[in-house]
């Protein structure tokens, strides 16, 4: 090897693990499933999803061994009417936060293998654009009201 070709070798052997470092993931907190209604499959999921890098990133799919499918969505008000729709990503700013909640963001898990009930606790698994996945363990609660 020549003197060159050790030098790049000596300072990527320095360099990548602060890289390694510099490259953060993001973390799920307050995380809860909602209480199935009696007769229905469906349900939502909702959390705080902080991004503590520098670059802004993006939530690109969730899922939930409950579900045989998940979808993220988000409400918005038409005149007197609230309307869900679903969106194809959550962008979570760098250094910052997006808050999953009833009346805003949030994720929906459809045919629901069996009724979810409070004390139970659910895994959801998060994706970003950047290939990383999250799991975080979600407790079933009641429904509670939108904010």
Request: charged content about 20%; proline content about 5%; overall charge positive.
């Amino acid at each position: 090897m020549t003197n060159r070709r050790m030098f790049v070798a000596a300072c990527a052997a320095v360099l990548l693990p602060l890289g390694a470092v510099a490259q953060s993931t993001v973390t799920v907190s307050g995380v809860w499933v909602r209480e199935t209604v009696p007769g229905r499959n469906v349900t939502a999921a909702y959390a705080v999803v902080e991004n503590p890098g520098s670059t802004d990133l993006q939530i690109t799919g969730a899922a939930a061994e409950v579900a045989g499918r998940v979808e993220m969505h988000e409400m918005t008000r038409a005149g007197d009417m609230m309307k869900m729709s679903p969106v194809k990503a959550i962008t979570v700013p760098a250094k910052g936060k997006v808050e999953l909640k009833p009346g805003g963001l949030h994720i929906m898990l459809f045919d629901l293998k069996r009724p979810l009930k409070e004390g139970e606790t659910v895994e959801l698994t998060l994706t970003t654009d950047k290939g990383a996945t999250v799991k975080a363990q979600a407790p079933v609660k009641k429904g509670m009201m939108m904010q």
